[in-house]
Every structure is written in structure tokens, then in C-alpha cells.
């Protein structure tokens, strides 16, 4: 994987000397970690005039779970584990004779920033973006594999949990079962917090367990992640618990995965962003659900849960190859509940079959 970090850095590279910089600082964990292979807790990434030098707090710990520091790389633990990491890359850049800095101003505090001009004054401090995170949305395979086993996790601890009684039970409780099934069968642990949501908590996004129990008659939905490596990836799922689902609720569920296909069909190489959003949003709004929609039908997933690209109506952008991302239309009725219908795919062009989609639990409307 070495030549795989340094080909990142010289991307990188090639894009701060086109801007002008002579080097630049890393402080974003995830940033940090696409291209040193590692983010310890506290280190930043010089990306300097003669070498690369990763600068941690401390020295780093073998058993990171989410990989080693490149061996390319120069490491630097500083002596003092109170000392600021940015602030000593930015002196290291200076000792190289950088003249200019490029740093990622979206994560560093003022006061950070300041203790950087002070401590190397002669450096012309400028703002890197988003560079780093535009690098990072086309996936190769190796990150590809890595978030397919992500998707296998959660499949199999949402499918487990299926099998148990699950009438009686409360919202949390459940929750912390999938989180602990999700490290039993091979996950860091778990992406975000488990959402599960019943009866007329249902199909809210990003809803936070409670002490509500299961009731016969519910809808019970769940959104799960895990992370894998420090890939992350997620699967949403809504299900009737009883013997039957009632007639509003079979609409309502053909509805959602109507919106959720329509979205999926949508993700080819080339696609608008907010087109991706529209096919979906359209299904729900042309109902009459267009006004308690979520701003967005779905977004890119990788180091981070969400990150680029985002599906939403003012989205600017097309969709590349080998990009993956989550489409997650729902529709939550105050009082009564919802449906939400998630899933974490990878855009692939025609020829390679369509979008290939990672979780595979069955999206039929179950009664558990």
C-alpha cells in the first residue's frame, strides 16, 4: 500500500504547487489517514519541500485498528505530549525552507492558526480547501473491498437480529445489541449511532433510541453502520411487527422503496447530483409528501459517514465512476410512524452491470 499513499501525496502535491504552495499541513483525521495510511490521535501530515512527515503526539500505537503510518513516511513523536502537532509541523516546514504553508482552514481553530504564524512568521499561511476531500471520492478497489466488508457486517447483524423476539423489547436495547453484533462479527465498531425507531418514532432520520418498547402493530426502523478498517458504510431498513401490515403501511412502504429505486436506477457515471436527488424526491412529492422531505436523498461514504458527494436539489456536481454513496428516501407521519429504506452502493457505468449495490438485506416488507 506504500506506493498507493505516496501516488495520494503526489496528487496532492501537484495540486498545492499549482496554487502556489511549497508544502502543506494535514489536520483533518480522515484527511490525515488517506494519505499516511494512519491518523493516531492528535497527528497531522507535513507535506513538505524534501519529505513527508507525519507528526504525532506520542509514538504511535501498533494496534491502530485502522492501519499502520506508510513506511515512506519520516515519523515525528514530540518529546512533550502536551505540545501542539500542527504548530511543530509548521516550525519542521520552516526548517525545510517552505516559504508558504497551505493548511486546511475548515479544521483549524483561530487560535490554532495564530499559534502557527508565531511560531514560523516568515511562512505565507494559505487555505489547502477541500483538496484533500475532493481526492477522496472516487474509491479504488482496495476501498471498494473495504466497505464491501462493512456492508457484509451490517447485513449479518441486522439479519441476526431479525431472528430474536423482538415484541416487549425497547428502542435502545436494541440498538446496543446491533452495535455489540457489529463488533462480534468483525467491525472497529459501530459508523454513527444506531438509530432504531418504533411505532410512531418511525422512519425519522437520525432519530436516538429511547426507553419505548416494541408494540404488535408497529413499524420498526433501523439504521445501522459499521466501520471497518476506517471505512464506513450504512443500511437502513423498515419493517411491520405483528402477523400483517395494515393497508397504510403496505402504501406507504411501496411508496418509499418506489423512491429509494428510482434513486438507485438514477447513480450512473455522469449524473447530476441534484438529478439523483430529484428521480427520488419526485416519487414522494408527486404523493404529497414534498414538504416534510430530508434536504438531501442520500451522500458519499468512505473515512467518513457523510462526506462529498451530497445528493440534494442544489447540488452541484456530476458523478464519477467508483464513487460510493447511500440513497435514503423516508417518510415519517407525525404520530403514526414511517418508512426509511437505506442503502450503501458504488456507481458503476452500464457496462460493468449499473450501480453495484454493497447491502443486500431484503428490502420486502417483512412482518417480524
Known amino acids: 500500500m506504500s506506493e498507493v499513499y505516496a501516488a495520494r501525496r503526489e496528487r496532492l502535491r501537484d495540486r498545492c504547487n499549482a496554487s ?32 513527508d512527515v507525519l507528526v504525532c503526539a506520542g509514538p504511535p500505537d501498533d494496534e491502530l485498528a485502522d492501519g499502520r503510518p506508510d513506511e515512506a513516511l519520516r515519523l515525528h513523536a514530540l518529546p512533550v505530549p502536551a505540545g501542539d502537532t500542527a504548530v511543530a509541523a509548521a ?24 499559534a502557527l504564524q ?33 456492508a457484509e457486517i451490517v447485513d449479518q447483524a441486522l439479519s441476526e437480529l431479525l431472528e430474536s423476539i423482538l415484541v416487549g423489547r425497547t428502542e435502545r436495547h436494541l440498538a446496543l445489541e446491533l452495535e455489540r453484533r457489529l463488533v462480534d462479527h468483525g467491525a472497529d465498531g459501530p459508523a454513527f449511532i444506531t438509530s432504531v425507531a418504533t411505532g410512531p418514532n418511525s422512519g425519522r432520520r437520525g432519530h436516538r433510541p429511547t426507553d419505548r418498547r416494541v408494540e404488535e402493530g408497529d413499524f420498526l426502523s433501523v439504521c445501522l453502520g459499521a466501520t471497518y478498517r476506517g471505512y464506513r458504510c450504512e443500511i437502513g431498513r423498515t419493517f411491520v411487527i405483528g402477523t400483517s401490515p395494515a393497508d397504510w403501511q403496505i ?8 423512491a ?37 436523498t442520500g451522500h458519499g461514504v468512505g473515512l467518513e459517514i ?36 437505506d442503502d450503501t452502493l458504488v456507481v458503476r457505468p452500464e457496462a460493468d452491470g449499473g450501480p453495484e449495490l454493497l447491502t443486500i438485506t431484503t428490502k420486502e416488507l417483512l412482518a417480524l
Do not use: W
Not at 251 to 258: P, Q, T
Not at 306 to 332: F, R, S, Y
Open 260 to 296: 429509494q429505486r428510482a434513486g438507485r436506477q438514477a447513480l450512473m457515471p455522469g449524473a447530476a447530483y441534484r438529478d439523483v436527488d430529484r428521480a427520488a424526491r419526485h416519487v414522494l412529492d408527486s404523493a404529497g409528501y414534498g414538504g416534510g422531505l430530508a434536504p438531501l
Open 20 to 51: 502556489g504552495s511549497a508544502s502543506a499541513l494535514i489536520s483533518l483525521p480522515a484527511n490525515v489517514r488517506y494519505l499516511a495510511g494512519a491518523a493516531p490521535k492528535g497527528a497531522v501530515l507535513l507535506l513538505g519541500i524534501d519529505q
Open 306 to 341: 457523510d462526506e462529498d458527494p451530497q445528493l440534494a436539489p442544489a447540488a452541484m456536481g456530476k458523478l464519477d465512476a467508483c464513487v460510493p454513496v447511500t440513497v435514503e428516501p423516508g417518510v415519517h407521519l407525525p404520530g403514526r410512524g414511517g418508512v426509511r429504506i
Open 251 to 258: 402504501e406507504l412502504y411501496d411508496l418509499v422503496f418506489a
Open 91 to 114: 516550525d519542521l516546514a520552516a526548517g525545510q525552507g517552505a516559504d508558504s504553508l497551505a493548511v486546511e482552514e475548515h479544521h483549524l481553530t483561530v487560535a490554532r492558526h495564530r
Open 118 to 150: 508565531s511560531v514560523a512568521p516568515r511562512l505565507r499561511l494559505s487555505d489547502l480547501g477541500s483538496a484533500v476531500e475532493q481526492l477522496r471520492v472516487v474509491k479504488d478497489e482496495e476501498e471498494i473491498a473495504l466497505l464491501r466488508i462493512g
